[in-house]
RNA sequence: GCCGGUGUGGCGAAAUGGCAGACGCACGGGACUUAAAAUCCCGGGACCGUAAAACGUCGUGUGGGUUCGAGUCCCACCACCGGCACCA
């Protein structure tokens, strides 16, 4: 485009941008810090030359974009997709009164700066400054409000000192099972067989590991200390193991599972093969309850959470040890047991075979002579596959008879051990008890190989196929001589024949995971090295004094000859004095964003990583003064409805809650309610399970239609056994009625919630509790999500809160944290209020946070156990071909090409216009001109377009000075400082409301469009009234901040106060009425001004315009009075002139009338 | 295969169970201009009508259902996007 810029944005946006440095306008302040006088924050909260502790200052509001690695290619027009949106939230929480923490940093770690290094020699921290250089100088040409104080880099050795301390908090560490929490490794207890220990090596123990094991002194060499080493080492949350590793040749490193797609490298997509290797683990297994269980805690996108379920891959079932019966080695060595992990133990009868791994330690022992050249065969043949040729070719099974067989415990037939490669050594014991009936894997493999196929399940339907019934249903077939199970409930059965095995000793009940320990070593130059030294075969952490430990300069950044990392090329660095080594591998990339958003609270602390009074402030939401139990109470009214109203968004209609033990007891003594939780989520599973249990008949006389009633929820297998308490909770607002089922099991409740309206069944709300860690921060985080939503879907739906009672939820609004009424109703949460970034790291990164966070957590050195309360993903954006955008296709836009034609602001509004943030969709840029067209309309709002051609005559003539000229732009004549009309104010207020709440909603781009509703209404405006542009220039801030600053200084230079007192007055005409003027003086910047207030007052009118519809149909449009009564609609309706033809000669049957929408005429 | 998400004009999209298509793009017509750009005004779901309207009928992926009323709720499908996948 080359036609003539809409406004000066080419001048605009740098002198903002240039200004918001100069005053540190974005700053965001730590409790005991200073707040000069001069700032605006500190003016806007009276706080002016104070030194405010967490108390004093206002809420916080900590909103945070995901770390950003500074590529060479600069930066993406999806970057600023996310970053605009946190910065619009941002910006508008200032005005709301929140002390904002909006931070910018660089994952700066990475394999392409190395990868330049291995080509050039170039260090890779130059590569990285520049790119870094360049990424910044982008992001800030966009305008966003970060606060550039904490900005900082993971290569940074202030930054990585205290990645390397948190490795050594880990390291130092262990899971206890009995606390179920990560403790200091001297927690430990030994063994009795370690216990029996003589004074030498007590003292020993004592001396090493009541430092953390910081002291490097050598330990008395004694066998015992030996063998206690081992042991701690064995259970350390970092550790050693010489496990089989991703190894790809290319990149010369070894990759976490993760890392690997379809058996190639995610980045570079190299091969990888498997290899042994020695390496350090985290054991992020410890915490896979946890970082299943405390996803219901937060509130993150169903997608998302169960993305990061199925990643954990929880299962339950049990562990079976089968006899072996007969085998290739001598009979006394065959007493032994093959050990199976099934989720079906039901399915034990079933078990015609069993089927090792190809990798099993036992597929060698028992091989019999016969087979024994057969196995050999196979397990070459199963080496040889890639893990991509494993899945890819997965169609055909294969396998080989071992020749040995076992013994199933519940019958004592004789079963055939096979081996396969569709039994994986990585996932349960390694090997299976083969049910070909009811596993589709098995049945496969039987149906090749001949094998035997037992029913042991009915499905519910009989004329359902049994082979390959996978799903639940009644055991059949299933008795032996100790134990049956036939006509049981698959859960039942489960459950009698778990018991049965234990009590035998034969097998227990299991839960396994598919989540691996992190493998956390790289063969990598470009990364953190671990602060550890090897010594006589042990590893040791170096001593905190030694942090940072700093990779030594190289001029060669490959792997060694020998394939050791490039690290190991540093003799001297390697070799210590005291003849220890250095560990020559380095932390992968995840490392540094585990944690940096911890950083951010106190970037430049060099005593600790995070101060913590600090991180209470800015992650511990108010845990304080919201006594627990009496918040929970106060939602409890509204939770109904909330469900109910997002049910219905959702095109859902079930919803569960979970919530805490402690304080649903509290909340029960208080209110005599049973009912309380933060709504959580659609369960399909009950869904499912209802669908299961009803008959063939029972869905045919419900004509396909099934509906899900609390009855069904009673019949639930947690339920079955429980007494059952029904009774009539109440009304709703609208006069329905709720009926409530509730069910105690165990200690949990289960409550269910229908309502009905007549016949028909509108929602059931199921508030489902069961135990729950009883954090603090879980429970205050959980309630005031709670409220926040619950408090605009009220307002949304136009419902009257319930009434509450006031002793029981004063502290929770009325505290001090929310003496300033802009913030009311939208409290601060534990953790991170909001974090925004794509779905790329579902799983990788923001599952390693959570285990960092969780084991710093249980440390003490954090204070909330989830570090992202709330996490939006955006979605991608595409090229304008509808394609992901890519080199290759040629698709990519350039953000520096749009701004230099289009401007940051209108940039920044058509990246949030094109449509709801978390959807996929298409770049285009015509679009943009359609918001900066709009910016344009709003420019010439405001400005005199005399002066406007004068300054650009001027900046032809003179174009070096045209930044001077900017000044000589006029306000328009027709802004005067005079009231407002009652449509002038309806116009706004329209605006602020639907501003307001789209903002609250993240839904920023209806958001733009009442904004540009507003603009085109006010356009035509004679008169404009300065108060209308002056609050609309505060709804604009947010989203086009250069322009409304721009503006704003404008309309302040000529109605401020002092403006007057100088009566220079230019262009004002005599007011008529003096305008009042309820917000924030001109001299408080426009960035802290307060968000205008929506007054619905404005919004009424006297009459109303009111559709008609005959039988459903629209016919005619009446206008009423707004408070015409129901009698007087209806006569209305019925003389409608345009309604007649369709109601003569018709009887009127019913006349329904929706005040203030609708009338509905029904007619025979 | 399993899990999650999404289907509405030529396009991006909007609609607490209550006037489908706000707002914007593209397009068409007009005003201004020597002209173009910019700007401003008007018009655009389909069909049937008509000089043009009005009136009418149909219309939110498909087929059913609930309801006075369904894009929205329920059931069964279909398509596309994303994730996981011999996980026992």
Redesign the pocket.
């Known amino acids: 485009m ?3 810029r ?1 406004y000066p944005f080419h001048l605009i946006e740098p002198k903002w941008q240039a200004a918001w440095d100069a005053a540190q306008t974005f700053r965001a302040w730590n409790p005991g810090e200073a707040l000069p006088a001069e700032h605006p924050f500190a003016q806007r909260h009276g706080l002016a030359g104070k030194t405010p502790g967490a108390a004093e200052l206002p809420p916080k509001f900590y909103i945070l974009d995901m770390f950003p690695y500074p590529s060479g290619a600069g930066l993406h027009v999806g970057h600023p997709e996310g970053y605009t949106a946190t910065d619009i939230l941002a910006r508008y929480r200032r005005a709301r009164g929140f002390n904002v923490l909006h931070p910018m940093g660089w994952d700066s770690f990475g394999l392409p700066a190395e990868q330049y290094a291995v080509k050039t020699g170039q260090h890779p921290r130059k590569t990285t400054e520049t790119n870094i250089t360049t990424f910044k100088r982008q992001i800030k040409a966009l305008g966003f409000s970060y606060d550039w104080s904490r900005e900082l880099a993971t290569t940074d050795p202030e930054y990585f000192r205290w990645t390397q301390w948190i490795f050594l908090q880990i390291y130092s560490s262990w899971f206890n099972p009995e606390t179920n929490r990560a403790e200091p490794i001297s927690t430990l207890k030994y063994p009795p067989e370690l216990e029996n220990v003589g004074q030498a090596s007590r003292l020993s123990q004592t001396s090493s590991e009541g430092k953390g094991d910081g002291d490097r002194r050598d330990a008395c060499p004694t066998d015992l200390e030996e063998r206690r080493r081992a042991y701690r080492d064995s259970l350390r949350l970092a550790y050693v193991s010489e496990a089989p590793v991703n190894w790809c040749p290319e990149l010369g490193t070894v990759l976490a599972n ?1 890392e690997v ?1 379809d058996g190639k490298s995610e980045v570079g997509d190299f091969p990888v093969i498997r290899r042994p290797m020695r390496q350090w683990m985290l054991r992020i297994t410890a915490f896979a309850e946890k970082l299943l269980n405390d996803l219901d805690t937060i509130d993150w ?3 998302l959470k ?2 990061q379920r ?2 954990i ?1 929880r ?1 339950e ?1 049990a562990e079976v040890d089968f006899q072996i019966a007969e085998c290739g080695m001598r009979n006394a060595e065959c007493d032994q047991r093959i050990r ?5 133990p039901d399915t034990l009868f079933g078990a015609t075979y069993m089927v090792l ?1 190809p990798e099993h330690k036992l597929v060698d022992k028992i091989a019999t002579p016969e087979q024994r050249k057969a196995v050999e065969d196979y397990k070459a043949f199963a080496a040889t596959k890639s893990d991509l040729e ?2 890819e ?2 169609k ?3 396998g080989v008879f071992t020749g040995a067989y076992a013994i199933n415990p519940v019958n004592s037939e004789r079963i055939p051990i096979w081996i ?14 083969a ?1 070909p009936a009811h ?4 049945f ?1 493999f039987a149906t090749k190989f001949n094998l035997p196929i037992v029913q042991v399940v009915q499905p519910p339907d009989p004329k359902t196929d049994w082979r390959g019934f996978v799903d639940d249903g009644t055991s059949v077939n299933s008795t032996g001589p100790e134990i049956s199970i036939t006509g049981l409930s698959t859960p039942e059965a489960k459950q009698k024949i778990t018991a049965w095995l234990e009590s035998k000793g034969l097998g227990k009940k299991t839960i ?1 995971y ?1 989540l691996r320990d992190w493998l956390f070593s790289r063969q990598r130059y470009w990364g953190e090295p671990f602060p550890i030294v090897w010594k006589d075969g042990h590893h040791q952490a170096l001593p905190e004094s030694a942090l940072p430990v700093l990779p030594p300069p190289l001029d060669d950044y490959k792997p060694t000859a020998d394939g050791q990392p490039p690290l190991a090329r540093a003799k001297d660095w390697v070799n210590l004095p005291d003849g220890s080594t250095r560990e020559t591998n380095t932390m992968p990339q995840w490392a540094g964003s585990c944690w940096y958003y911890l950083r951010y609270l106190d970037a430049k602390n060099g005593r600790r990583f995070v101060n913590s009074s600090t991180e209470k402030y800015w992650m511990g939401g108010y845990a304080a003064p919201f006594p627990k139990g009496q918040v929970w109470c106060k939602e409890m009214r509204e939770l109904f409805e909330y469900a109910y ?1 997002r ?8 919803a569960f809650a979970y919530v805490g033990a402690s304080q649903a007891e509290q909340i029960k003594s208080a209110t005599g309610l049973e009912t309380c939780g933060m709504f959580h989520t ?1 369960d ?1 599973y009950a ?2 399970h209802v ?1 299961k249990r009803h008959s063939d008949e029972y869905l045919e006389t419900k ?6 009633s609390a009855e069904d929820y009673l019949l639930l297998p947690e339920v079955v056994t429980a007494p059952d308490r029904i009774e009539h909770l109440g009304k709703t607002h609208q006069g329905l009625d709720v009926i409530g089922f509730a069910k105690q099991i165990n200690g949990t409740l289960l409550v269910v919630e229908e309502v009905h309206a007549g ?2 069944l509108l929602a059931v709300v199921t508030l489902y509790k069961r135990k729950m860690p009883a954090a603090s921060g879980v429970a205050i985080g959980t309630c005031s999500f709670t409220s926040e939503t619950l408090r605009r879907t009220a307002i ?4 009257e809160l319930p009434p509450h009672k006031p002793e029981l939820s004063a502290p929770a609004f009325d505290s001090p944290e929310f003496r300033d009424s802009q913030t009311r109703g939208m409290s601060p949460t534990p953790g991170i209020d909001l974090y925004v970034g794509g ?2 790291h ?2 990788l990164h923001l599952l390693y946070a959570r285990f960092w966070h969780k084991v710093l957590y249980d440390l003490g050195h954090v204070s909330t156990p989830e570090p992202f309360f709330k996490l939006v993903n955006q979605g ?1 954006i595409l090229g304008e071909d ?1 394609q ?1 955008m890519s080199k290759s296709r040629g698709n990519v836009i350039n953000p520096d090409d749009i701004l230099k034609d289009y401007g940051a602001d209108a940039f920044r509004l058509y990246e949030m ?4 943030l ?5 770049w ?1 840029t ?2 943009v ?3 900066y ?2 910016l ?2 709003v420019w ?1 709002l405001f400005v005199d377009e005399a002066s406007e051609t004068e300054f650009e005559q001027n900046c032809a003539a003179q174009p070096e000075r045209a930044a001077e000229f900017l000044a000589q732009i006029k306000l328009s004549p027709a802004i005067k400082d005079v009231a407002a009309t009652p449509a002038q104010l309806k116009t706004l207020h329209a605006c602020i409301k639907k501003v307001t709440e ?1 903002l609250d909603g993240l ?1 920023f ?2 958001a ?3 904004m ?2 507003f603009a ?1 209404e006010a ?2 405006w004679e008169t404009k009234p300065v108060a209308m542009l002056r609050e609309f220039m505060i709804l604009l801030q947010p989203f086009a901040p250069h322009l409304a600053e721009e503006l704003w200084s404008k309309l302040s230079g000529v109605f401020s106060a002092e403006s007057k007192a100088q009566s220079r007055k230019p262009n004002v005409g005599p007011a008529d009425a003096p305008a009042t003027l309820d917000l924030g003086p001109w001299t408080l910047d426009l960035a802290y001004q307060p968000w205008p207030p929506f007054n619905p007052a404005f919004l009424v009118e006297d009459t109303i ?3 008609v ?1 005959v ?5 005619d ?1 009446i206008r009423v009075a707004a408070n015409a009564s129901q009698a007087e609609i209806e006569t209305a309706a019925l003389k409608a002139e ?1 309604a007649q ?2 109601l003569a000669g018709k009887t009127v049957k ?1 006349i ?1 009338v ?1 005040p203030k ?2 009338v ?1 005429v ?1 007619v025979v």
Do not use: C
Not at 647 to 654: D, S, V
Not at 796 to 799: E, F, G, L, M, S
Not at 1111 to 1115: E, P
């Open positions: 080359s036609q003539r809409q993760e797609i996108s169903d997608s169960e993305m199925n990643w891959g299962s079932g199976v992990f099934t989720t079906r791994s494993r899945t070719l997965a055909e099974k294969t396969a490669d569709y039994v994986l050594i990585s996932y349960g014991t390694g090997a299976i008890m049910v596993d589709t894997r098995d496969e396994n598919k109203a049910g219905a968004r959702k095109r859902r209609r079930l659609i399909s869904i499912n669908r004509r396909g239609q099934i509906p899900v016949r028909n949304n739906y136009n419902h779905t790329e579902a799983v991608l509808g992901k216009f094109m449509g709801p978390e959807m996929v969709k298409p285009n015509k679009g001109e359609g918001v067209r709009f344009g309309r010439r789209d839904r781009n209806t733009i469009s009442a540009m509703v085109n356009l035509p315009e009111i559709p519809q039988n459903g149909k629209l016919r449009v345009k033809q369709f019913k329904i929706v929408k609708l509905n029904v």
